[in-house]
């Protein structure tokens, strides 16, 4: 090898060495130039996405012939002939709708397995969308899915092929977990003064006669400034008004002790059923439910009902109670650009169910003035019928599922659904509810004027979160997450009427006990009285001697005789102060 070939070899086996440095010589410096300019290109990158988005968004409103927004200051979000922008605009019926005071109220009827959940699932995450806050009932437990991203399903699949569906995207939206009975949720407690007699009646399923019994006690707890919070605060004060009927009759009106002792068993029944977790404190506050995630999308409280729904009276009653202090708690707001709160009473036919008028009087005047406090009631259940006609006269947005009329009575509702909508000339109103399916409904919505649109046919969007249950484990870490966990899980017993009716029972019975003691004390003291008294005079009396007709003693004369009468009184006299004072009961 000669000196030539080696300096060759040398120069190619360094050639790699040589070039790596070069690089990263030829890197730091593009790096170093970079940084110096990096806000810059951030800037232009920014600027360059946007335009592409903008670009595309026109490509497709020009494409579509879709129209600009225009705006002005009224608080109403009004959409004339709307489309779905991820939607086929020729295979969906343009529907209108206006997002302000009227649409606070609305129905989903169907029959089960209709799809009335799916529908509910989608209005709710629309809501959440768009920064409103959702109260849900989760009845069969398939609502909890909502806390994780959806997956796709040859269900969905078809769903999307059908409506065209364009970059439909699956996600998780914000829950939080509320249980009734503490295990699945966060713990929802009222107290027995804030559930009020009328409801609590319907709750105990009294009579006429023992809800005015009922009311009674009430008005004699607010009267006595007795606290009425958990069940054996009720049962202490109507115990008390039971056994002092008497005394109250006058004041409060008759009061039977059959009544009181229906009242007391039903109250039992209650406890036996899990009542007692209901009530109690710390109450809930209704304003947690009013919450947002850190992205601006609402809350979703959803409460867990499997076991509750098992008690349907406990589950109705819960649900008007919270309307009604939904109603209470909130401040008028007028008609606003969208609601502060959408609720969704699902069964809705258990809350007017065996209800008395006056409680149903009640529930129509809260859902006709609520839409001023800004909340938006929609109601799910399987027929319209199942809502008293005044409450249903409020309603005039209505999504309905399929129906399938196999008995007279079907037919009957079938009919009456139809005559619900108005007529759309296109199509029979009647027909179109036995030919629609899963995913398929029929809307009629009000429109700007108040009056509801003709009937239209509208396909279901499937939902974006899972479909399923979530495990009862991830419900448990969700709960641990929250940043109510804390609040409502230690339940509080401050003094009540029950504690105060003990103390006062307790008091009663010392006073008695003590006056007994004295009574008892002041019958010995007489007893020894008149016993000394009784050995005193005994003491003093003359003993009788035997007259013999040889006596020396002389008789006594009238002066004597008076002598010792008055010498007889004067020792008895002293006999008895001495007594007396022995006992301490001396009178000089």
């Not at 030829?26 to 920014?46: D, G, M």
């Not at 335009?51 to 968004?57: N, W």
């Not at 009106?253 to 007391?264: K, L």
């Not at 001023?372 to 947005?397: C, M």
Request: proline residues 4%.
């Amino acid at each position: 090898i000669t000196e030539e070939l080696t300096e060759y070899e040398q120069k190619i086996l360094g050639a790699e060495e040589r070039i790596y440095i070069l690089e990263c010589h030829i890197y730091a410096e593009l790096v170093a130039k970079i940084q110096a300019n990096i806000s810059a290109i951030q800037k232009n990158c920014r600027i360059l996405a946007r335009l592409d988005v903008l670009s595309g968004f026109a490509d497709l409103a020009v494409t579509n012939r879709y129209c600009r927004p225009q705006m002005d200051d009224s608080k109403v979000i009004d959409i004339k002939d709307g489309r779905h922008p991820l939607l086929d605009p020729h295979k969906v019926v343009p529907i209108n709708l206006e997002l302000g005071g009227s649409f606070h109220q609305l129905i989903i009827t169907g029959p089960n397995t209709g799809g009335k959940t799916v529908t509910l699932k989608v209005l709710a995450e629309t809501f959440s969308d768009m920064g409103v806050p959702v109260f849900l009932c989760d009845v069969k437990g398939d609502l909890s899915g909502m806390c994780e991203m959806g997956t796709e399903t040859k269900h969905i699949r078809r769903s999307i092929d059908n409506m065209n569906i364009q970059n439909f995207a699956h996600t998780a939206y914000p829950v939080r977990f509320w249980d009734v009975y503490g295990k699945l949720g966060l713990n929802v407690r009222t107290t027995i003064s804030e559930m009020g007699p009328e409801l609590l009646a319907r709750l105990l399923d009294l009579n006429e006669t023992q809800t005015g019994i009922l009311r009674i006690v009430f008005r004699i707890a607010d009267d006595k400034g007795l606290l009425l919070i958990d069940l054996k605060d009720l049962r202490a004060m109507v115990e008390h008004v039971g056994a002092n009927a008497k005394e109250y009759k006058l004041t409060y009106g008759n009061i039977a002790s059959q009544s009181v002792g229906a009242i007391q068993r039903a109250l039992l029944r209650l406890e036996d059923e899990g009542g007692n977790l209901f009530f109690g404190e710390p109450d809930l506050e209704l304003a947690d439910w009013v919450e947002w995630a850190e992205d601006g999308r609402g809350v979703m409280n959803i409460l867990e009902c499997q076991e509750l729904f098992q008690r349907p009276l406990l589950y109705g009653t819960f649900l008007l109670w919270m309307l009604t202090e939904l109603y209470e708690m909130l401040p008028e707001a007028g008609d606003l650009d969208k609601p502060k709160l959408a609720f969704f009473f699902d069964e809705a036919h258990l809350l007017f169910k065996d209800a008395p008028k006056a409680l149903v009087e009640k529930v129509e005047q809260v859902v006709r003035l609520i839409r001023s406090k800004g909340v938006s009631v929609w109601f799910i259940s399987q027929q319209p019928t199942d809502l008293p006609d005044v409450v249903l006269s409020q309603i005039g947005n209505r999504v309905q599922h399929g129906l399938r009329a196999y008995t007279p009575n079907d037919q009957k509702n079938l009919r009456a659904a139809a005559r619900s909508f108005r007529v759309n000339p296109n199509f029979d109103t009647e027909e179109a509810l036995q030919s629609i399916g899963t995913g398929e409904a029929l809307v009629s919505v009000l429109d700007e004027k108040g009056i509801p649109s003709i009937v239209q046919k509208a396909g279901i969007l499937p939902p974006r979160s899972a479909m399923d249950m979530t495990s009862d484990a991830e419900c448990r870490q969700i709960i641990l997450q929250s940043p109510l966990y804390g609040k409502y899980e230690e339940e509080a017993d401050r003094k009540s009427a029950f504690e105060m009716l003990e103390e006062y029972y307790a008091d009663q019975q010392a006073q008695q006990e003590a006056e007994a003691r004295q009574l008892e004390w002041e019958k010995e003291q007489e007893r020894r009285e008149k016993e000394w008294e009784r050995k005193l005079a005994q003491s003093s009396k003359p003993t009788k001697r035997k007259k013999t007709t040889t006596s020396s003693r002389k008789k006594a004369n009238p002066l004597e005789k008076a002598v010792n009468s008055a010498a007889n009184t004067v020792g008895r006299e002293i006999g008895k102060r001495i007594v007396r004072g022995l006992f301490g009961n001396a009178k000089w």
